[in-house]
């Protein structure tokens, strides 16, 4: 079953937050930020050509012109496929572990997984940045020597920055899945 | 606890039969590693999986029963399967049942043992057999024999099916009592290509060390030992490149088989990094001999040295008048631009000498790029060096100049303000001068002071040459490190068959039904390029400066020589 809602992220873009409960022990949480638009594509790739004509009657040299779409191009697909980040995603499997994904605009994926033996918990951590207060959920690993320590912090969500509201309800979704691990009896 | 079941993708259209494979009690997983179909003697399957236990060292059992009935469901099959559970006791025993062409099967299992008697969720993960034991995982940790259960859980998946090869080598064609159905079980794969290149290696490989061993018996050799010559190897960067390029060629060419991966990965580096580098050489070479280049490129190279030194001969003319306007003391000039004016004079005069015989050594010295494009470069490198020894011997003798003024400055101006260098307490200490010192320590002050400006700006000529010189052979020898140290294999197969490099795993969720097993695809997420490249770099010799910019600045402002390429093994002077 799947539901989706409408939230804002920190600098006030609107996003959506989607849950699927795929089984008792897997939810999925995907944030998608808003998508590409046209008129900033155009407005950006007319730029560069109306200052790629102005050099070219100044130095009527037609390579100005090749070059401007040669790097028009090249920008935009470097832009599409290592920079813009459609969605990011976190699927929390009870027992298996929690795996993390950015899809890019170009359909590019970075999945990351972590097992659950090395998460110690998913907490909302809170950030001063320049004059705001930022919140993000990080997902806090085990060090393996100190049973109390934490080795390595992941932050989540980097791109999309949802809110506070948005983040609690993630939050809540994952704890209902990490207490399952808790409560459950080992294995006979 | 949740019981996961791995499940290789490949036996999903198995007949029906048991299952085998690994339980990982603390973690609650199956690992399944093959089917066995009816019929089949049980005491003989028992047999099967104790050999196969004692030559892989994994705990293979019997963990369950697998039916794959076309048709309508048979109630006489489930109660048999069921009572398989007693006679291999298993927990728990483990049953997927699929019906027809259903894409959700049904999992259950049945504990006899289990405290709680509540169902447990169990979740079906599919996993790629032949990739899964094809693929290493990075970090690679290391273990012994035994110690799997130490490590994470994947990476004790990936290491039972990479261990479990041997079960993998039985197909439907052999004739034994056991029957499997595994990735491997249509025919085990083999190709005729890699076979002939196993058999063809074992001689090529003791021609190789036979070869190395003479060559290396030359080099150590004492004739080579004597003091100028082996100055001159220790100098000459083609000389370490060869060197370095005789020790990849050892590694290769023993006959020890890789015991580890990385050595695996090390030795096809660098055997794929020498073949380019052979390939490139050879290019090169066949670039530079055709329409005879080399001779055009001889023919310029003393033209270009003479042009050289005239322009130091313009230089030093500037240098001895007005040069941007600075007045200069002018005896000192004078004494100094004649000094080096006359070195070039000398200079000038060898490379003529030598002139008829550059065509032929420099024909000589190009065969050699057959060896290699880096040592073509190296070569490159050293010609240069020595095309600009003049400028090295400059730099030498204005940098010792300038040292020596600035130090005896420092002491003089310590002696004009009354204090003194105190060599035991490593510290300035006031000290009462006599007149007559004082009188001659001020009068020197004052000489070196109005003399610092003309040393000042010969120093910083030749250095800003020196530097030049050096930054051209810095990348020079910058391309030939990145030549030698890239590990092109590993890119390769990277690129090609990225399941082998594995950072991890990914995992898909795929369409679920209520009431069924959550069902999952598992799939190797590979390293990224920049995690191979650091991964697998190839060691080279050369180490980068330690010196921080800030010292390099302290240095040039003193007067200290600059040492820019050290190598490791050689003494700082």
């Known amino acids: 079953m799947a539901e989706e809602r409408r939230f804002r992220s920190a600098s006030g873009a609107p996003i959506a937050l989607r849950r699927r409960q795929h089984s008792a022990s897997c939810r999925e949480l995907a944030v998608r930020g808003p998508r590409l638009q046209l008129r900033s594509l155009s407005a950006a790739t007319s730029a560069v050509w109306l200052a790629a004509y102005g050099l070219f009657a100044l130095s009527e040299n037609s ?15 470097i832009y599409l496929h290592f920079i813009k980040i459609d969605q990011e995603s976190l699927l929390v499997i009870g027992s298996l572990g929690i795996q993390v994904t950015s899809s890019y605009a170009s359909g590019k994926e970075s999945t990351t997984f972590i097992e659950m033996g090395r998460v110690k918990d998913v907490v909302i951590n809170e950030a001063i940045h320049m004059q705001k207060v930022i919140y993000y959920l990080c997902i806090l690993l085990q060090d393996p020597e100190d049973p109390q320590g934490v080795s390595e912090v992941v932050p989540l969500f980097q791109s999309s920055k949802p809110r506070l509201d948005c983040l609690i309800e993630v939050y809540k979704s994952c704890q209902e899945i990490l207490e399952q691990r808790k409560t459950a009896p080992q294995s006979s | 606890m949740v019981l996961k079941v791995f499940f290789p993708s490949c036996c999903s259209s198995a007949d029906s039969g048991i299952l085998i494979g690994r339980w990982l009690s603390e973690q609650s997983s199956a690992v399944v590693l093959a089917v066995v179909h009816f019929p089949f003697i049980p005491v003989q399957v028992k047999q099967y999986l104790g050999d196969v236990q004692r030559v892989t060292k994994v705990s293979v059992s019997v963990l369950g029963s697998w039916s794959n009935s ?43 043992h289990s405290s709680s008697p509540k169902e447990e969720e169990v979740i079906l993960v599919y996993y790629d057999q032949r990739k899964v034991m094809l693929s290493h995982l990075h970090p690679p940790l290391d273990t012994a024999d035994g110690r799997a259960e130490d490590t994470s859980k994947l990476s004790a998946i990936f290491d039972t099916v990479a261990r479990s090869r041997v079960l993998f080598m039985t197909d439907r064609y052999d004739e034994g009592p ?16 890699v076979e002939l290149l196993k058999q063809a290696s074992v001689p090529a490989c003791m021609l190789l060390t036979f070869l190395l061993s003479l060559v290396s018996g030359i080099c150590r050799s004492r004739v080579l030992k004597f003091w100028p010559l082996s100055f001159l190897w220790s100098k000459l960067s083609t000389c370490e490149q060869l060197g370095h390029r005789l020790q990849h060629l050892q590694v290769i060419s023993s006959n020890k088989k890789a015991q580890t991966q990385i050595q695996l990965m090390r030795k096809a580096n660098i055997f794929v990094s020498l073949l380019i580098d052979v390939g490139l050489g050879i290019l090169l ?8 280049r080399i001779g055009h490129l001889a023919d310029t190279l003393i033209p270009v040295a003479d042009h050289v030194a005239e322009e130091l001969q313009d230089l030093l003319q500037w240098l001895m008048g007005a040069p ?104 300035v200490d006031s000290c009462s001068y006599d007149l007559d010192q004082l009188f001659i320590g001020t009068l020197l002050f004052t000489i070196l002071l109005f003399l610092l400006p003309t040393t000042a700006l010969y120093y910083l000529v030749f250095t800003l040459l020196r530097l030049l010189v050096v930054i051209v052979q810095g990348l020079i020898h910058l391309l030939v490190d990145l030549i030698d140290s890239l590990p092109l294999y590993s890119l390769i197969l990277r ?79």
């Open chain 2, 324 to 427: 941007a306007g600075l007045k200069m003391n002018r005896a000192l000039d004078q004494v100094l631009g004649r000094f080096f004016l006359y070195h070039i004079h000398l200079w000038i005069s060898y490379i003529h000498l030598m002139s008829p015989f550059i065509e032929m050594i420099l024909w000589y010295v190009g065969l050699s790029a057959c060896l290699g494009l880096t040592v073509a470069l190296c070569i490159l490198s050293d010609i240069i060096a020595l095309l600009t020894f003049h400028i090295y011997c400059f730099y030498v003798y204005g940098a010792r100049l300038y040292c020596l003024k600035i130090y005896g400055l420092s002491s003089l101006w310590r002696l004009f303000r009354g204090k003194k260098w105190n060599v035991l307490r490593q510290r």
């Open chain 2, 495 to 573: 690129l090609c068959r990225s399941y082998r490099l594995a950072a991890g795993v990914k995992f898909r969720v795929l369409e679920q039904q209520a009431g069924k097993p959550l069902r999952l695809l598992m799939q190797i997420n590979p390293l990224s390029y920049g995690a191979v490249v650091q991964t697998y770099r190839l060691p080279t010799y050369s180490c980068y400066p330690k010196d921080s910019w800030a010292s390099l600045c302290k240095k040039l402002f003193l007067g200290e020589l600059i040492y820019p390429w050290k190598h490791k093994g050689e003494k700082q002077d």
């Open chain 2, 178 to 193: 056991i029957k499997l159905t595994h990735w491997q079980s249509e025919g085990v794969e083999a190709s005729i290509i």
């Open chain 1, 63 to 77: 390579v100005v012109l090749s070059a401007a779409i040669f790097i028009s191009l090249i920008g935009l697909i």
């Open chain 2, 70 to 112: 076309k048709q309508e469901k048979e109630e006489g099959l489930s109660e048999f399967l069921e009572d398989l559970g007693t006679i291999f006791s298993h927990e728990p025993w483990i049953q997927i049942s699929k019906e027809g062409d259903s894409k959700f099967w049904s999992c259950s299992t049945l504990q006899k």
């Open chain 2, 285 to 292: 070479m066949s670039w530079l001999y055709r329409k005879n």
